[in-house]
């Protein structure tokens, strides 16, 4: 009966202790991928869409369309921009052509923007293509798949 008994609670814990395990291995975690893993693929996609980027020391890729005047903002700065993201396969996620409705932070935003923006000045026009480790990374974004290479086209209309 003793020798029943412990089989039990051996068995029982066992049962416990096994579904802790799978349940803590629940893997929450991500990897994120290197920009340099992602190099030839960004290179492709410049050169499908006539994109002649300048590499960032980050892996970043921009094109600045028109330099603009003035001054350039900071990681403090308040930025009113219209914009249009794409994933590399074309899907527009999202695009906003009214710059009162971008008041944002500079530090606020996706690490690709915070290198970039402040390649510009007031009234200045930007091509990024983002590798997805300056993007939302790992993690999917709304209808952005996570590890996803980020398109985006900026005009910087003001800031604070």
Not at 36 to 63: C, F, H, P, R, V
Not at 87 to 97: A, W, Y
Not at 118 to 135: C, D, H, R
């Amino acid at each position: 009966m003793v020798k029943n008994l412990i089989v039990f609670l051996f068995v029982g814990l066992v049962a416990v202790g096994s579904w802790h395990c799978n349940k803590s291995n629940t893997n929450t975690s991500c990897t994120v991928v290197q920009p340099a893993d992602e190099e030839q693929a960004i290179l492709t996609y410049n050169a499908a869409k006539g994109i002649t980027g300048i590499k960032d020391e980050s892996g970043l890729y921009y094109e600045i369309i028109e330099p603009g005047t003035g001054g350039t903002p900071n990681l403090n700065s308040l930025i009113e921009i219209k914009y249009r993201g794409e994933l590399t396969n074309g899907t527009v996620f999202d695009s906003q052509t009214d710059p009162t409705k971008t008041r944002w932070a500079l530090r606020s935003l996706i690490p690709g923007w915070q290198i970039a923006i402040p390649k510009i000045k007031k009234g200045g026009k930007i091509k990024m293509v983002i590798p997805s480790a300056l993007g939302y990374g790992c993690r999917a974004n709304g209808n952005i798949p996570a590890n996803s290479i980020l398109f985006f086209e900026v005009e910087l209309v003001d800031f604070y």
